[in-house]
Nanobody, 115 residues
Framework: QVQLVESGGGKVQPGGSLILSCAASGFIFSMYAMSWYRQDPGKERELVAAITRTGDTTTYADSVKGRFTISRDNSKNTVYLEMKDLKPEDTAVYYC????????WGQGTQVTVSS
């Protein structure tokens, strides 16, 4: 059974930091490119960051460049999103996404940036 389980979301003040984790199971994690997306109610889901299967290449949305870092540990079947200098506009549900022979989505974790 394929699972992508996100964790680490929560409420944080502007300027704060969070680290999201996505634990994968049920498929060969190292064969899949991984991404983080986010979606605010009433808006389209947008790509935040992506990382290749080996982790040698990463890409970011312009809005998070320099603040967010995506990484992965293939020995732990986990992908991370380190978020720094969070802004109110980063508030959204964050989703983990796997792309390879098939595609899989996690259930999402809420991030709220508010004072």
């Amino acid at each position: 059974q394929v699972q992508l389980v996100e964790s680490g979301g929560g409420k944080v003040q502007p300027g704060g930091s969070l680290i999201l984790s996505c634990a994968a199971s049920g498929f060969i994690f190292s064969m899949y490119a991984m991404s983080w997306y986010r979606q605010d109610p009433g808006k389209e889901r947008e790509l935040v960051a992506a990382i290749t299967r080996t982790g040698d290449t990463t890409t970011y949305a312009d809005s998070v460049k320099g603040r967010f870092t995506i990484s992965r540990d293939n020995s732990k079947n986990t992908v991370y999103l380190e978020m720094k200098d969070l802004k109110p506009e980063d508030t959204a549900v964050y989703y983990c996404y796997a792309r390879g022979y098939a595609t899989y989505w996690g259930q999402g974790t809420q991030v709220t940036v508010s004072s």
